[in-house]
């Protein structure tokens, strides 16, 4: 194809698209990019915009009809939301994977050492590479793992890494997800949705599949069932009907075939759990919970809790039962510890961290917190307990006043906080009101482990879909992309 | 050529013994989703009857089937078209509406979202969102045929891609009980109250107006051109009474969803090897022939309407030991028992 019917091409559908100076993979990649990329762009090209919109349109109602829904926190009415879905696919190269591949690995490996360690022998605080304070004061270390060794070392059996990418593309870890990590569902269910309703697109294209997941997931639930179980019986916890979440509950239970349960449907006698069926109690091996900590037993937890099974984390320490993930892996994904993470993958793994963490100043630190109060209008600040964007302050979005109000709560609370410098993150061409214009993107890979770590290709691509914004979540009016991996 | 087993058994061990929570939600899907068929009849024959015959007394049938009497006149002072079609269609205080059914069938449809096929939960998240949104504006009474209508057929459509779709293990058992215990339930309910309204009395016997009703009776069951085919010239209040509980060949009559009740039960019990069938299954079996051995004249002369009542009373019974064998109270339920 010539340079100059290539011109013309991109003058259709992305004849208005301005990338004014940030990284974006279809069409401001600086480098040359690979064919199937550039197949991508061309097909693209060619859509016409009222096209582009009825396909749009057409996937909303597909979505609406399989009700695909998340539950939006602040907005306690709206429970059954559709997630906006974009069809502009987001794309990886083959070499770009591999590098996040190897890095989540890395990372997935590093936490699991983390984790035994502090719970064991701790030679991680005794050798002053992380203060003792941060890990074993920290609300989220639990005092009825210690000692405990849980099948396989595995303490994090489906992890989330988020990852963004600054100005020149490269990818930045923000943020560890070692605990209940959400949003798989919509990765599997995105790329059916795009072969089915853009098959246009995607026809001819070497993608590397995601359809695994499931079996995978399930395979390394069986493998860390507690020993000497032949056929491991392999559930999902979920808290209910009512939950954010319960679609991608439902969703993997069904990908898995395995049942979806609640703490209503568990009991434990004996130090064993079983499930409630109408055959009467069957025994239940491994337990992937979508249930926090707090909620898994009234017993040790939060009492008034209705959720979770009285006498799960004694069957647990006994060894009768697995929970994926452990218990306590919240240590491990703080935003606190988030910033010695580089520091602990070089401590139990003797390498180089292959994905670098955004440059973090911890407030508990006094130099970190006179520099975050100094610059403050830079810099994003986070609250280190929080999830889903809440709490957030972005520095160059604040006026004066909440600014102010800012270094109010920095200096009551310091080390509830962390900071860390704006990133111009990448952006992604996305379908908008007004045409195809660039948002942001982030991107969270899910990683399995069982005796091994697998990487699902791709991966959760978020979008903000309100022009300029950088908050991702779906939470906070974020929607989500189809991440395509290049297979070459 | 390879041989493929056909039959669901043996089963994937996650699937073989189906979770309490989900056998009960499924009784319960099926037995709203044929309450809400039954109830989009009703209303669509009596409006349809009314207008005919003019009056405006048909309406307080419907609320005398449901044994609503109370509830409905703490509300409203008379059941008229607009008053009873409100109760029971958009009023979301009133547990039998088809609003607050539509909000049920979601819950358990919400539940049971691991279980059933997309197919099957696709129609009902759409179903349910519509219905449960129906409002005043929708149910004047020039749209009242088309709205029962469609009610009708979002139900037969349900249980179309359900018969299609759902795959064939306990679950779909459990269904079957509930969508039968319903129709069994909903049949002796309508005979009770419109044989008493409907009764012939006096010069009325035999004319026009007469049959019109019982003509009605038998199309709010959808048994009009079936009764028709088999009893061509038997036209009379005994003879559909007899046809709605015991025919059958008749898919709504008493007999035929206590057969099929019957052979669920058997099934849960021999294919499945669940215990606790036993005293269920004879319960149901005493029903059963007690129906058969009685003529519907025998029926009628000893009380038509004590003996809908002892039915109804023990078809409550037939639920309660399903729901006491396979979702016990927590306390009940011993480790180790079962097959």
Known sequence: MSDMKMAAQAAGLFATYDVPDFFCELLNRKDIPPAGLQQVRDRLACFDLAELRR????????????????????????????????????????????????????????????????????????????????????????????????????????????????????????????????????????????????????????????????????????????????????????????????????????????????????????????????????????????????????????????????????????????????????????????????????????????????????????????????????????????????????????????LEDFRGRLRADPANYISQPVISLSVSPTLCPAGVEAR????????????????????????????????????????AKDTWVLAS | MTQVSVFPTPVLPGLRNLLSRYAESTMWLARYMERIENMARLIEVTGTSVHASNMDAGWDSVIRINADEETFFLRHKVATERTVVGFYITDPDNPDSIVSMARCVRENARVLRPLISTEMWMHLNVFTRWAMDLGPDDVGASYLSTLCTRLKQECQTHFGITEGTLYRDQAWLFYLLGKNLERADQITRLIDIKYHTLLPCGEGVGSDIDLSQWTSVLRSAAAYHAFRRVLPEGMTPAYIVGFLLKNDGFPRSLSTSLRCVYSVLGSLAGEYRLRHCGPILERVEELRVTLAEQTVEDIILRGLHEYMDWIQRELRLIQNEIAGAFWPPVALQVAGNGQ
Request: with cysteine; charged share 25%.
């Open chain 1, 55 to 402: 396909r749009a349109a057409a996937v909303e109602a597909q979505f609406y009809r399989l009700g695909i829904t998340f539950t939006v926190y602040s907005d306690r009415e709206a429970i059954d939301r559709v997630l906006p879905f974009d069809v502009i696919p987001r794309v990886l190269t083959a070499p770009e994977w591999d590098h996040v591949e190897r890095g989540v690995q890395q990372r997935v490996r590093a936490i699991n050492l983390f984790l035994h360690d502090i719970y064991h022998e701790r030679r991680i605080l005794r050798d002053g590479v992380i203060p003792a304070q941060l890990v074993l004061g920290n609300a989220n270390y639990c005092q009825a793992m210690v000692g405990l060794d849980v099948p396989g070392g595995v303490y994090v059996h489906i992890n989330g890494t988020d990852l963004v990418r600054d100005r020149d593309g490269r990818f930045l870890v923000l943020e560890d997800n070692a605990r209940t990590p959400s949003g798989v569902s919509y990765v599997l269910e995105d790329r059916q949705m795009m072969l089915r309703l853009m098959p246009d697109l995607a026809s001819g294209l070497d993608l590397r599949p995601v359809d695994e997941y499931g079996p995978r997931l399930h395979r390394a639930l069986a493998e860390v069932a507690p020993a000497g179980v032949d056929d491991p019986q392999v559930v999902l916890l979920s808290p209910g009907i009512y939950n954010a979440a319960y679609f991608e509950h439902v969703f993997l239970a069904r990908e898995m075939g395995i049942p979806l349960v609640e703490g209503r449907d568990l009991t434990v006698e004996d130090g064993r759990v079983y499930m409630r069926t109408v055959a009467g109690l069957r025994p239940v091996h491994s337990i992937y919970r979508r249930l926090n900590d707090d909620f898994l037993d009234p017993e040790v937890f939060n009492p008034d809790s209705l959720l979770g099974v009285p006498g799960l984390v004694d069957a647990y320490r006994r060894g009768n039962v697995t929970l994926a993930n452990a218990i306590g892996t919240g240590v491990a994904d703080d935003k606190a510890v988030y910033a010695y993470m580089p520091r602990i993958i070089r401590y139990y793994l003797d390498e180089e961290p292959i994905l670098t963490n955004v440059e973090t100043h911890i407030c508990a630190e006094p130099e970190g917190l006179a520099y975050t109060l100094a610059n403050l209008e830079h810099l994003v600040v986070k609250p280190v307990g929080e999830s889903g964007g809440y709490g957030l302050l972005i520095g160059p979005h604040a006026t004066q006043a909440e």
């Open chain 1, 440 to 479: 942001h993107v982030d991107l969270r890979p899910f990683a399995v482990t069982g005796r091994e770590t697998w990487v699902l290709p791709g991966g959760l691509s978020r979008v903000a879909l309100r022009k300029g914004s950088l908050v991702v979540n779906s939470s906070q009016g974020g929607g």
